[in-house]
């Protein structure tokens, strides 16, 4: 079976830069996917990363390392918007989707 | 861009009632479609995937004939929740797998939040 372990909770100041981790534990590995989702509202997809390395799209970088099964999601330049919850995810064989347990982030001024 | 939609967006139902609830992508064909459940300040939890033409197939834990999964088109699948009781309350989310040339991309609907009294 697949489970993924993030950090509960992140707090850090507008501005800064935060680095959520992930740890996964896959019996395939199909890459490793970085959701956000503001309270109330869907996960919208942020990234994906299928091989080693650092994988930028504007202000967020996703990170992974296969022989480690750790990934992260690293924010920059934050803003009060940015605050909400963070999931990994890996897909199995069939594509289904296995999340993390979330890691909630809140952006103070 | 491929676009999600989930209807209805909020429901409040009765104890023993049945809820429906539609998920439709807009501007592109989805042969496959999952369905998630999150409750509060929880992740979200897989409970079925639904494949155009075919049965559901269900994650372990979930009642099948509670939940009733059906694919008819390549555009919609909807779920049913039957004899629907305050514990079923939740966010229902839908999702749809995006085909493109690497990865897996899936496009989530906006969810439908059920409250059961």
């Known amino acids: 079976g697949q489970s993924l372990e993030q950090p509960s909770e992140v707090t850090a100041v507008e501005g800064a830069i935060v680095q959520i981790n992930c740890t996964y534990q896959t019996s395939g590995f199909y890459g490793l996917s970085w959701y956000q989702q503001h309270d109330g509202g869907a996960p919208t997809f942020l990234s994906y990363?299928?091989?080693?390395g650092l994988e930028e799209t504007g202000r967020f970088s996703s990170f992974l390392s296969r022989s480690d099964s750790y990934g992260y999601l690293l924010l920059q330049e934050l803003q009060m918007k940015d605050s909400a919850s963070y999931f990994c995810a890996v897909p199995d064989s069939s594509y289904k989707l296995i999340f993390g347990s979330g890691t909630r982030l809140l952006v103070r001024p | 861009g491929a676009v999600v939609s989930q209807h209805p967006s909020r429901v409040i139902c009765k104890s023993g009632t049945s809820v429906k609830i539609e998920c439709r992508s807009l501007d592109f064909q989805a042969t496959t479609m999952f369905w998630y459940r999150q409750f509060p300040k929880q992740s979200l939890m897989l409970m079925a995937t639904s494949n155009e033409g075919s049965k559901a197939t269900y994650e372990q834990g979930v009642e099948k004939d509670k939940f009733l999964i059906n694919h008819a088109s390549l555009t919609l699948s909807t779920l049913t929740v039957t004899s629907a009781h305050p514990e079923d309350s939740s966010f229902y989310i839908c999702?749809?797998?995006?085909?493109?040339?690497?990865?897996?991309?899936?496009?989530f609907g906006p969810g439908t939040r059920l409250t059961v009294l």
């Open positions: 999702s749809a797998r995006v085909l493109r040339g690497e990865g897996n991309e899936q496009f």
């Open positions: 990363n299928a091989l080693d």
